[in-house]
């Protein structure tokens, strides 16, 4: 277990010494595990080589607005499939349930087009817009709405609650564990997101960390404490993120595996 | 005939023309359970987004894949139609054969080898070492970083020269009789995929490590106890209990890395920045984005993508299909 742990951490242990080496430091053989003099301007170098600051802005924005517009017509379509009553439910999910067999990968093409016709490409509505629904957020939140019992909502129209209000007040914060596993999912995959980015943008202002990084790669060639620096700036955000939701994130992927 | 209910019959038998048009009334449709209409409406206010935005940028492509692959589809119009002349391009092309070839090579040793070391790390995990909370966090950390970041210092550890790998490797030359030379990793063609398949088992098996032993911890104590009472060994309780009762999660581990290995496509693009020395790690979809134009500077040929798509889609399909017929049929131990 200690060999795993050791093979699963090399790689990042590897990254974050070599970010702090020379350029000569990194090329030398056998290799320093632990450079001498720890070189912090690298990051800075690295920094101001490329418009990070904008990939870094592009990446937070488009990440929080996804998971907000997600998070909204989730917990809309989610009520809707757990708690009403409505002609078509069962073909509809059905419906929804299927997309989840198509492969996105299909959808890039005429995607692509779409975005073209809509004049999206190269802007943030192309890049947030058609990321606002997940489907299986969908589920996963229809799943929790469902063991909610239907007394709460007899009980509040009594007391003339509206549908939307009781939504808002009761179920919301009810299903708090859910949503937010539903939400950092979707902040993680917007963050890491590429292949996406790579295609329906052309211009360096409107490049996410990922692909920016990607390109700032075959820029500076072998640069290589350099890359590794971008790359530990790169991974830092999520880190952060992953080391206050840890248990959130860990519950949010093993219970993928128990329907 | 019996009236089998035995409850009073609704009103006077109309004339079936009657009867047809007042099935066919919507006045009537709405009379029936006005409630539920009324909430129709209400819920479908609620899916409306979800519909709007699943309708142009899932629904309608999905269709509209189909029927651009039957065009001629460049940059600028004219735009013929050409019927199956992209298939037939694509079947023909043997760059299409070869990135086929790449990712079945590349599923095939992916799959079970992360699956396996995956049981692996799970079972080991479960059994509750005092580290577990810091093992099970380094195993996810490869999981949740972006891949782009991960490709990168592997490409600098694959370095021929300079790369970890090639220097770990080179201290076992120390051994007797052991005697390896440095490996061009990434611009030995034949060393295109195993480098690739190197990366994703250490992306992917920490990930699938927690779906699995989550499904350990859900097995209950008492298939425990049973085998302990019969006096089986550890492992024979492992292969007789923790096995068997993990299908559903294995299934489910396995499906989706068979899927997600097929698609493979970022691994490629971020290790080799494009698609490997003499396209050597081209894998279907890189082959499928390169024809759209998007990308290696490549001529824009959408139509040819898109048929490109829908064969994926085809793949894709039989897998899924597969996985439903297998689920259904062996996955009821629990």
Redesign the interface.
């Known amino acids: 277990?200690a060999v795993?742990?050791a093979?699963?951490?090399?790689?990042?242990f590897?990254?974050v010494t070599?970010s702090l080496k020379t350029e000569a430091g990194?090329?030398?053989?056998?290799?320093q595990w632990i450079p001498p003099e720890p070189q912090w301007e690298n990051y800075v170098v690295a920094w101001n080589m490329a418009p990070f600051g904008r990939y870094f802005f592009n990446s937070f924005f488009i990440a929080i607005m996804c998971t907000i517009g997600e998070v909204?017509?989730?917990i809309?379509?989610a009520?809707?499939?757990a708690k009403?009553?409505?002609?078509g439910?069962e073909v509809?999910f059905a419906i929804?349930l299927g997309?989840l067999?198509?492969?996105?990968?299909?959808?890039?093409?005429?995607?692509?087009?779409?975005l073209t016709r809509l004049g999206w490409l190269d802007r943030y509505e192309g890049l947030i817009?058609?990321w606002?629904?997940s489907?299986f957020g969908?589920f996963l939140l229809r799943q929790f709405f469902r063991s909610i019992p239907d007394e709460l909502w007899d009980a509040a129209r009594i007391d003339g609650c509206s549908?939307l209000r009781y939504l808002w007040r009761v179920i919301v914060p009810l299903s708090k564990p859910a949503i937010l596993t539903v939400a950092l999912f979707k902040f993680?995959g917007s963050?890491?997101s590429?292949?996406w980015v790579?295609?329906m943008t052309n211009t360096e202002s409107m490049r996410t960390?990922?692909?920016g990084?990607?390109t700032f790669?075959?820029d500076i060639g072998t640069a290589?404490h350099l890359?590794?620096a971008?790359?530990?700036m790169?991974?830092v955000p999520?880190?952060i993120l992953?080391f206050f939701t840890?248990k959130q994130?860990?519950q949010g992927?093993?219970?993928?595996?128990?329907? | 005939m019996v009236d089998r209910s035995g409850q009073k019959k609704p009103g006077p038998v109309l004339p079936f023309w009657q009867r047809v048009a007042g099935a066919l009334n919507p006045v009537n449709w709405y009379r029936k359970d006005p409630?539920?209409?009324r909430?129709?409406g209400?819920?479908?206010l609620?899916?409306l987004?979800?519909l709007i935005?699943?309708g142009?940028?899932?629904?309608?492509?999905?269709f509209?894949?189909f029927y651009?692959s039957l065009f001629k589809?460049g940059i600028l119009p004219p735009r013929p139609y050409i019927g199956f002349a992209n298939y037939s391009y694509i079947f023909n092309d043997k760059y299409f054969w070869r990135a086929l070839w790449h990712t079945f090579y590349y599923v095939i040793i992916t799959v079970p080898v992360t699956l396996f070391l995956a049981i692996l790390?799970a079972t080991?995990?479960n059994k509750g070492?005092r580290f577990l909370s810091?093992?099970?966090?380094?195993?996810?950390?490869?999981y949740?970083?972006?891949?782009?970041?991960?490709a990168?210092?592997?490409?600098?550890?694959y370095?021929a020269?300079?790369g970890?790998i090639n220097?770990l490797l080179s201290l076992l030359n120390k051994l007797p009789f052991v005697h390896i030379d440095p490996i061009a990793w990434l611009n030995d063609p034949r060393y295109s995929i195993p480098a690739l398949i190197i990366l994703s088992v250490?992306h992917y098996v920490?990930?699938h490590a927690?779906?699995?032993?989550?499904?350990m911890q859900?097995i209950e104590q008492q298939y425990y106890d049973a085998a302990k009472v019969d006096g089986a060994s550890g492992f024979q309780t492992w292969l007789h209990v923790t096995v068997p009762l993990l299908t559903?999660?294995l299934f489910?581990?396995l499906i989706m890395s068979l899927?997600g290995s097929f698609?493979v496509?970022?691994e490629v693009?971020?290790l080799f920045?494009g698609p490997g020395p003499l396209r050597s790690a081209e894998t279907i979809?890189y082959y499928?984005?390169r024809m759209?134009g998007?990308?290696d500077s490549a001529t824009m040929h959408?139509g040819r993508?898109?048929a490109g798509?829908?064969i994926?889609?085809g793949i894709?399909?039989v897998l899924?299909i597969f996985q439903m017929t297998v689920t259904q049929r062996r996955v009821h131990y629990q």
């Not at chain 1, 093979?7 to 990042?12: E, K």
């Not at chain 1, 067999?101 to 779409?114: A, K, S």
């Not at chain 2, 142009?56 to 999905?62: D, E, K, L, R, T």
């Open positions: 277990m795993g742990c093979i699963m951490l090399l790689p990042f590897w990254m070599t990194a090329m030398r053989m056998p290799p909204i017509t989730t809309l379509a009520y809707a499939f009403m009553r409505f002609i439910k509809l929804f997309t067999m198509i492969p996105g990968e299909m959808l890039l093409v005429p995607n692509y087009v779409t817009i058609p606002i629904v489907v969908i549908r993680l963050w890491n590429f292949q790579l295609l960390v990922p692909v990084l990607m790669s075959s290589y890359l590794m971008a790359s530990v790169a991974i999520i880190l992953f840890q994130f860990i992927v093993a219970r993928t595996g128990i329907k | 409630a539920l209409w909430e129709s209400t819920a479908y609620y899916l987004p979800a935005i699943l142009i940028f899932v629904f309608y492509p999905f509209s894949a651009i589809w790390v080991l995990l070492l810091f093992a099970r966090t380094s195993f996810f950390l490869s949740i970083s972006p891949i782009v970041a991960i990168m210092v592997w490409r600098w550890m370095n020269d300079y970890l220097y250490w920490g990930y927690i779906i699995l032993l989550a499904g859900n559903p999660q489910f581990v899927i698609k496509f970022t693009i971020t920045n979809v499928i984005l759209s998007r990308i959408l993508a898109a798509s829908v994926l889609f894709i399909f899924t």
